[in-house]
């Protein structure tokens, strides 16, 4: 069965003034329906085709550039739209908080460790919260498409939050103001996803 883009839970202007609407639209549009049409070119009629997108990324052949890059792009932005939303931000409560700051010793230094993973991954890619089994958080990046799941990206565990720091995602309003692009994501995270994630693959 194809991969379906998924649909955005908010509108294209819903993240204004932190992620302009012109951004957002051609970043799903464009950007992840490229993706995701790439990704069902690249499994059709082989044995991947009725897997899982999270069954492909942790069995795959890293040799597989095209299942690799758009596997994990198709994977990527499911989750990103997915953690973020308008009227969100703050700082997470409960299990999650507290997994934080056992973690990190603070939300603060959390935000200071996850800012630095998004501004120092050079080139394209990602930064990612990862959950391990027993509820161990940790932060790590990844070049271009390539994401926790995979086999030997250094970087492990199962990723909950995810900010794609690709140009193609700040550059309209940002320009090459990275930092200020990941300090206005903090504004939109969407911390009850989050949680969720965590509980559901700690
Ligand atoms: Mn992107």
Partial sequence: MAFELPKLPYAYDALEP?????????????????????LNSAIAGTDLENKSINDILASLDMS???VRNNGGGFFNHSLFWSIMSPNAGGSPSGELAQAITDAFGSFEEFKNKFSAAAGTRFGSGWAWLCVHPGGKLDICSTPNQDNPLMPNVGCGGHPILGLDVWEHAYYLNYQNRRPDYV????????WDKVAELYLKNK
Avoid: L
């Avoid at 957002?24 to 790439?38: A, L, P, V």
């Avoid at 300090?183 to 969407?190: Q, S």
């Fill in 64 to 66: 597989n550039g095209a």
């Fill in 18 to 38: 932190h992620i302009d609407a012109r951004t957002m639209e051609i970043h799903h549009t464009k950007h992840h329906n490229g993706y995701t049409t790439k």
């Fill in 183 to 190: 300090n206005a994501f903090f504004n939109v995270i969407n």
